[in-house]
């Protein structure tokens, strides 16, 4: 079962889209450069079906999308939340955030909008640094992934 610590409605994470970020606990990745170490321990909330109902309910914004940031330990139930928030909100479009290089065999990228990989590593920066490691992926309507990375970058 992953856990979340907190959750917040963000503008930047996603381009396009107003996001209700949920931020999940164990995070397994190590990067040297966290900036959230407080997520590494396997501290919060359990996010079950039943708490992110709750958490889309309680939010007082108009959002778009809702985007879980992390859950690496658990590829599998990242899959199955988000196949959920999709029948459930399916006005909502859903992201995923993850630390890791690669995406998971253990997800189906036809329950996602968005798709962030890429581990911080500081010498490169993140998403907004010409020079990241990190990419954003996005679904076109044919179903493919696109790198929109590039969004991020300032003209
Ligand atoms: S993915 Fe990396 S930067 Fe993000 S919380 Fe995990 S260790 Fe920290």
Redesign the pocket.
Known sequence: MLKYVNTGVVFQEIPDEVTLSINISN?P???P?????Y??EDIGTPLTSIEIDAIIDKCNQDITCVCLM?G?SNPSYINTLAEYIHVTHPKLKVGWYS?KTIISSDINKSNFDYIKIG??IRHLGALKSKTTNQRLYKKETNGEFTDITSRFWKK
Do not use: Q
């Open positions: 995070c990745c190590r990067c450069g966290c900036h959230s170490k997520l590494w992390g690496d630390g581990p911080y």
